[in-house]
């Protein structure tokens, strides 16, 4: 079984670069990092996963999840790197697509591609509208990444993204492109393969309940899919119109 880290890398965390270079050292399989770059001062949605309903400071200090791997893949070898997850719906998909396939390329072929559908509506409302919908439109995105990861001038026609023939590179060094999965507070595999990911992982509780459920019940993949997941630290464990590229003029 393999082994990887979640941290919220902020501030007064261990640097990544520190963080990344003891992972390799220490022989763990992957490092990963969260996701959510704006965070509304005030929201009504409660945190999951405190007593409360209070988000804890640190969701509200982290550096962007791309540029932070980025920095681990400069000073490690072997270690993979992973989003933990990244926020689909709050993203436009074709800058995503770029972003990364430019990570596992800068990496050599170490990317894991983490996603998740999102919980605080109040932060997607900043950036879109797809709330409601948010599973289906991540769906979408991921298919539409998929077309430009593989092809050399794809097109997309869907519900919510569309683009005309457009080029896309670099291309990711894995082929066809790197894992996708699917993160979440228990989501289940039917969920995961409905939502086109390549495998899927729980996230929301510590080590010691982790290693009480065993990685058989908190982590998932694909049926035939060869795709190294690790188990982590921390567990990851109304209808708009159709977003357009903007045309050039």
């Known amino acids: ?41 005030r929201h009504e949605t409660r945190y999951p996963l405190s007593d409360d309903g209070k ?34 719906p709050e993203r436009d998909p074709l800058l995503t697509a770029h972003q990364v396939a430019t990570l596992d390329w800068l990496s050599g072929g170490r990317f894991l591609f983490g996603v998740g559908a999102g919980w605080l509506r ?69 969920s995961a393969w409905r939502a086109g990911a390549t495998g899927g992982c729980r996230s929301g509780f510590p080590p010691t309940r982790w290693r009480a459920r065993g990685a058989r019940s908190s982590s998932w993949r694909a049926p035939g899919v060869a795709t190294p997941t690790a188990s982590r630290s921390r567990s990851c464990s109304a209808r708009r119109p159709a977003w357009r590229a903007p045309r050039s003029t």
């Open 1 to 41: 079984m393999d082994t990887g880290v979640l941290m919220f890398v902020t501030g007064s965390a261990l640097p990544v670069t520190d963080l990344a270079r003891a992972c390799e050292e220490r022989g763990l399989e992957s490092l990963w990092v969260p996701e959510h770059p704006v965070v509304p001062a």
């Open 122 to 190: 109040e932060e997607m409302d900043l950036f879109t509208p797809h709330f409601p919908y948010r599973f289906a439109f991540m769906r979408e995105a991921v298919a539409a990444m998929r077309k430009l990861w593989t092809e050399d001038a794809p097109s997309f026609e869907g519900k919510w993204v569309r683009f005309p023939p457009a080029v896309c590179r670099p291309k990711p060094v894995q082929r066809p492109h790197p894992p996708v999965i699917l993160g979440g507070m228990g989501p289940t595999p039917r």
């Open 55 to 88: 988000l804890p400071r640190p969701y509200t200090e982290l550096p962007d999840c791309f540029a932070t791997l980025a920095a681990a893949a400069g000073v490690t070898r072997r270690l993979r790197l992973g989003t933990g997850i990244c926020l689909v």
